[in-house]
């Protein structure tokens, strides 16, 4: 058990550029979660997969924000025509089928200049 | 809707004193809830959760949390604090069977010598 992953761990981008992260969930974890967290806050809830379906997304995520987990393993995050208000550390998180408790990845944290 | 509260957003304690962070959840039964702690730059941690059952929680680092119903409170103490447990500390909760958690916006702590 290696723990979720993400990558890259930071990224630097000019304002209306794309970029795409990508988490690995904990091998056998169906569910897999994307939270942001801006700074002196808690994360917040953007989209969850069970399996490779998505079955929620918050209203945080705008249309310029897109993710996939297409063969239900590791999971992407773009964002298209990024903003400044999109600098935040984007977080990963899986769950196994039998537990509730959520496991996070160490982020990318994401600066638009 | 659930929420959560965490009232003090900073917290100083000398190593070796006791420590107690507070959390404050909104919810209509009775949610899941857990802390997390978050060392700088880094993600989140799970310390402890709290499903059902008994209300006093253990949780790894030596750290424990009570449940209390009456006060909506899940509140995080350790005995005895060590120069290590300096980090962001954050509660969150998630209703039985659902996949998102909300945060508190985390308490701050600054362990001194």
């Known amino acids: 058990d290696t723990g979720v992953s993400q990558d890259p761990r930071h990224k630097i981008t000019k304002r209306g550029q794309n970029v795409t992260f990508r988490c690995d969930p904990i091998s056998e974890h169906n569910r897999l979660y994307w939270y942001r967290q801006t700074l002196g806050q808690g994360p917040e809830f953007l989209t969850y997969?069970?399996?490779?379906?998505?079955?929620?997304k918050s209203r945080l995520l705008s249309d310029r924000f897109s993710a996939e987990r297409p063969k239900g393993s590791f999971s992407t995050l773009e964002i298209q025509r990024t903003e400044q208000g999109d600098s935040a550390m984007y977080l990963c998180?899986?769950?196994?089928?039998?537990?509730?408790?959520?496991?996070f990845g160490p982020g990318t944290r994401l600066t638009v200049t | 809707a659930q929420s959560v509260t965490q009232p003090d957003i900073h917290i100083t304690v000398s190593e070796g004193a006791s420590l107690e962070l507070r959390c404050n959840y909104s919810y209509g039964a009775t949610p899941y809830l857990f802390w997390y702690v978050q060392s700088p730059g880094q993600g989140l941690q799970l310390l402890l959760k709290y499903f059902s059952g008994d209300t006093l929680v253990q949780g790894i680092k030596g750290f424990e949390a009570e449940f209390k119903r009456s006060q909506s409170s899940f509140n995080l103490r350790k005995p005895s604090v060590h120069w290590s447990d300096a980090a962001e500390y954050f509660c969150a909760v998630g209703p039985p069977n659902d996949y998102k958690l909300s945060f508190g916006a985390g308490t701050t702590v600054t362990v001194r010598a």
């Open positions: 998180a899986s769950r196994g089928p039998r537990s509730y408790e959520q496991y």
């Open positions: 997969f069970q399996n490779e379906a998505q079955l929620e």
